[in-house]
């Protein structure tokens, strides 16, 4: 079995338009910026568009024991933007709790997306993601369940939450 080699890293598509370089998308309109993500092996594939949304780092126990660190990154996007766009599609879910499903590659293990039932946002992985431009995590939920000796930084807040 081959692994698939993800495509190279690509910055947000977006069309230039002639007059001022403003991004648009079809007919003229005003185009969201697309980002890409996938995962380790690029058989789960995914695009989001739009501004990131509530980048923050999340120390519960939950994202420790997925990620085996002492934090995970996650950035928001409207849900109704997520696309699925690799060879295995969706990822497998798993329930963390009665409403909440986080997303990973059953062949690969890495850990993509986390979709609360009811919301409109869904929050995909920060480094998942192929440009990381605007990430910077604004917030920090279960700051007190962080492992004492990890300090972070965060960004000031953009205030396009």
């Known amino acids: 079995m081959t692994d ?12 230039p ?7 648009t998308g079809p007919n003229g309109t005003h185009a969201e910026a697309i980002r890409t993500g996938h995962c380790q092996c690029g058989r789960i594939a995914y695009q989001v568009a739009g501004d990131p ?47 909440l499903r986080r997303g990973f590659c059953d062949r690969c293990g890495t850990h993509l997306v986390s979709v609360a039932d ?22 920090h939920s279960f700051r007190d369940e962080a492992e004492p000796w990890a300090h972070f930084t965060l960004a000031p807040d953009s205030g396009h939450m």
């Open 118 to 139: 009811g919301e409109n946002l869904i929050a995909v992985t920060g480094f998942s993601l192929t440009d990381r431009r605007g990430i910077a995590p604004v917030g």
């Open 17 to 23: 338009s002639p007059s001022d370089g403003t991004p």
């Open 4 to 15: 698939a080699v993800p495509s190279p890293d690509q910055p947000p598509a977006l069309l």
């Open 53 to 99: 949304i509530d980048p923050h780092l999340c120390s519960c126990r939950h994202e420790t024991r997925i990620s085996g660190g002492p934090t995970v990154l996650w950035v928001g996007f409207r849900k109704d933007s997520l696309a699925w766009t690799g060879p295995g599609g969706e990822p497998k879910w798993y329930a963390t709790y009665p409403t």
